[in-house]
């Protein structure tokens, strides 16, 4: 591995407001779920269904963003990367490098805030780091400069068969629940009408948007 050449500690505590803030919307969207059920406005209480979309993303959010955390740090050496989480230490030779995917949030700065870098190993471990990394910058800059053939292989090749299933489950599940929704909605009186009418948008809604991607997913995986 070589001489240590630096040390690049994680702050844990970095995201944690994002943490609160999304674990408190998490909690406002299932209160309106839950009052859905609870109030009878001739069908218009449905329109709750719409916090069932920001439910999705902020529940998981608010897990990883809160959830307890070892503390971790990075080594830079003059021969290859070392990480250390709790009591557990890898370590890897450059060469042993196998894939590296650097995806910028926001701008980016010296220190490497607004850069995510993902590197895969050849022992199939996969490591990543962004800006909660004290100085990512650096080890960004050791990666290009040292596994240069590294950074044109995907780091996860596999990735595009789950997003075309996931996809495509959304994709059928939400046309399905719209359409049966959409078939109902003449047989049904005219006080449950609208409920079916916000049924179709909200599930019509993610399923039109999943089929857009579904064949970003599909175009872009036949170049």
Known sequence: MGPLLSTHPVDLHRRRPLGVAAAAVALISSLLLVLMFLIDLDGVQ?????????????????FLLLRPRAPETFELHEGGLAHLRGGDRREWRWEQVRAITVVQNGPVSRSGAGVLCTIRFEDGEVVRFDGSTENGGEIAAALGENCAEAAREDVNPRWRPRAVAVLGGVTVIGAGVATWAAVRFPQTAEGGQFGLAMLAIVCGAPA???????????VTGRR
């Open 46 to 62: 449905y329109v709750l269904l719409f916090a069932g979309y920001p439910l999705l993303i902020s529940a998981p959010a608010a």
């Open 208 to 218: 039109v948007i999943s089929l857009i991607l579904l064949i970003s997913v599909l």
